[in-house]
């Protein structure tokens, strides 16, 4: 490549300024939702799902349920300010008794910085053969997380009698009878 000559502005980066910027990065994204709790116990949800896989990537069920959740006010805040990433979609899955295709979703790289770089937690991936072998096997189920966030809003109440879920908003005679329309048992006791 030959001798660096003065002047260049290569000469005047280094790797501790990369890294820098790149955690600056991060540290901005995230306080475009810091000041949205809902949107960081989403976060922080899918954030633990992928250290307890050591991948920045997983996969999600392609169904409607799964939709409705992506379209929730949360998922739509880490999509817009650019914290969950959709790499691939229509993928087949690796476990036969999955019926649905999967769409591959990434963590954003300067957001978890840390946890690559320092701590080691999280691999990321970068070539197709392990979102082959590996991240479809890492079904992440987001339901369970807007699930939560609803009953602590008190938009929806599960059944005490069958544990379906009763959206208090929109089932309001059943809520008001405390009859379910699912099993015909209370849904709260008194």
Request: net charge positive; glycine share 4%; aromatic share 8%.
């Given at each position: 490549m030959?001798?660096?000559?003065?002047?260049?502005?290569?000469q005047?980066?280094?790797?501790?300024?990369v890294n820098?910027?790149?955690?600056?990065?991060g540290?901005k994204?995230?306080?475009?939702?810091n000041?949205s709790?809902e949107?960081?116990?989403v976060?922080?949800?899918l954030?633990t799902?992928?250290?307890?896989?050591?991948?920045s990537?997983?996969?999600m069920?392609?169904?409607?349920?799964?939709i409705?959740?992506?379209?929730s006010?949360?998922?739509?805040?880490?999509i817009?300010h650019r914290?969950l990433h959709?790499?691939?979609?229509h993928?087949p899955?690796?476990?036969?008794?999955?019926?649905n295709?999967?769409?591959?979703?990434?963590l954003?790289?300067?957001?978890?910085?840390?946890?690559?770089s320092?701590q080691?937690?999280?691999?990321?991936?970068?070539?197709?053969?392990?979102?082959?072998?590996?991240?479809?096997?890492?079904?992440?189920?987001?339901?369970?997380?807007?699930?939560?966030?609803?009953?602590?809003?008190?938009e929806?109440?599960?059944?005490?009698?069958?544990g379906e879920?009763i959206?208090?908003?929109?089932?309001?005679a059943a809520w008001?009878?405390?009859s379910?329309?699912?099993?015909?048992?209370?849904i709260?006791?008194?």
């Amino acid at each position: 490549m030959g001798q660096l000559r003065p002047g260049r502005p290569y000469q005047y980066i280094s790797e501790n300024m990369v890294n820098a910027a790149i955690k600056n990065d991060g540290e901005k994204k995230m306080s475009n939702i810091n000041n949205s709790p809902e949107t960081l116990k989403v976060w922080h949800d899918l954030e633990t799902f992928c250290v307890l896989k050591h991948s920045s990537h997983f996969a999600m069920e392609e169904n409607r349920d799964n939709i409705d959740c992506l379209s929730s006010t949360e998922f739509s805040n880490l999509i817009y300010h650019r914290l969950l990433h959709l790499r691939k979609s229509h993928v087949p899955a690796k476990d036969i008794s999955v019926e649905n295709k999967l769409s591959i979703y990434a963590l954003n790289y300067s957001s978890t910085y840390d946890l690559h770089s320092k701590q080691k937690k999280l691999l990321f991936v970068k070539d197709y053969s392990t979102i082959h072998d590996k991240v479809r096997r890492y079904i992440y189920d987001p339901t369970q997380v807007i699930n939560r966030l609803q009953i602590q809003a008190g938009e929806i109440f599960p059944c005490a009698s069958c544990g379906e879920k009763i959206i208090i908003g929109k089932m309001v005679a059943a809520w008001e009878t405390n009859s379910c329309p699912f099993c015909g048992g209370k849904i709260h006791v008194d």
